[in-house]
């Protein structure tokens, strides 16, 4: 029990206690009184006669009915004391279950202990690797008429670069292959690539080992470059095409959108891969319009491999790890 139970029990008992105290005092003062007024009114029969029968009567029911009232205040103040006791525990449960009931209305507020989780690390996710044209040399068998004095510019151009330790290799990107190619190559590449831009709504995009000439992810034509070797790829069956120096490479993933091959590596290509263009475009029914032609041969002009190691268009990969 708490204290302020405690403290409530105590002052009712001590209520209790006095209540009960002064009936008690009350009694026994007051009792003597009415008897000796009882002696007093009752004079003796034989000395005192009363007037009439009618007063008589009246007189000894005023006196039955004090001694009733007087025996019932006494019984009454007997049977106080059990009252009382139930009262006081009454009083002592309701308070109980008033406490309870605060207590369970206003709990405490419980502080809980909050165990931080370590922070979780994301692996990184890999990203697709777009599709790139596999890494393969070309045998320098093409036609071009590049002199003498070309040809030694664009090799030392070439070969001018820090010298490699073991193991090591450049792997040029297809801008750089582009870049180091002859004039000739690059005005069969212009005629090629103009062709294919003069259809309405097409865009070149050009990655590390090809460019690619499509509408949307339509492409139109797709072109690699390997040594003096431009390798230019159709949407277009190979059964259907008659006449002309294509090869079928439908059996290589990466090339499943173009399985169509045609490698220029003399002018009569040019035009053969030209004519290609026209019948992709109209396979793709897109329109021609009449756009800028570009010289590719000045805006890919010759650089060393040096500066294209500079410019990021040539790494150098592998050697000690």
Request: charged share 35%; proline share 4%; aromatic share 4%.
């Amino acid at each position: 029990m708490s204290t302020e139970v405690a403290v409530i029990v105590g002052v009712v008992v001590g209520l209790v206690v006095a209540v009960a105290l002064f009936g008690l005092i009350y009694l026994i003062a007051v009792l003597p009184e009415i008897k000796a007024k009882k002696g007093k009114k009752q004079p003796d029969v034989t000395e005192i006669q009363p007037e009439n029968e009618e007063e008589t009567v009246v007189q000894n029911l005023e006196e039955e009915a004090m001694e009733e009232a007087a025996a019932e205040n006494s019984a009454q103040y007997a049977e106080e004391p059990e009252e009382v006791a139930e009262t006081v525990e009454e009083v002592a449960g309701t308070a109980v279950e008033e406490k309870e009931e605060e207590e369970e209305k206003e709990p405490e507020p419980v502080k809980e202990e909050i165990k931080e989780e370590p922070a979780k690390v994301e692996k990184p996710v890999k990203e697709e690797e777009s599709e790139e044209e596999p890494e393969e040399e070309e045998e320098d068998d093409v036609e071009d008429n590049e002199s003498e004095k070309e040809k030694e510019v664009r090799l030392a151009a070439i070969e001018s670069a820090p010298e490699l330790e073991q193991g090591q290799r450049y792997n040029r990107s297809y801008k750089a292959r582009l870049i180091q190619s002859s004039d000739t190559v690059k005005g069969w590449y212009s005629q090629i690539k103009n062709a294919a831009l003069s259809y309405k709504g097409v865009k070149s995009s050009v990655s590390w080992r090809q460019e690619k000439v499509a509408k949307g992810r339509v492409q139109l034509i797709k072109i690699a470059l390997r040594g003096k070797t431009l390798s230019v790829y159709f949407p277009l069956e190979v059964s259907k095409i008659k006449n002309y120096d294509v090869e079928d490479v439908s059996d290589k993933s990466v090339h499943a959108a173009t399985p169509c091959l045609l490698r220029v590596k003399k002018e009569a290509h040019v035009n053969q891969a030209i004519d290609l263009v026209s019948q992709a475009a109209a396979k793709l029914v897109l329109e021609e319009t009449a756009a800028k032609k570009t010289d590719y041969v000045k805006e890919y002009k010759l650089e060393t491999t040096e500066q294209l190691i500079e410019e990021g268009l040539v790494k150098v990969v592998g050697g000690k790890k």
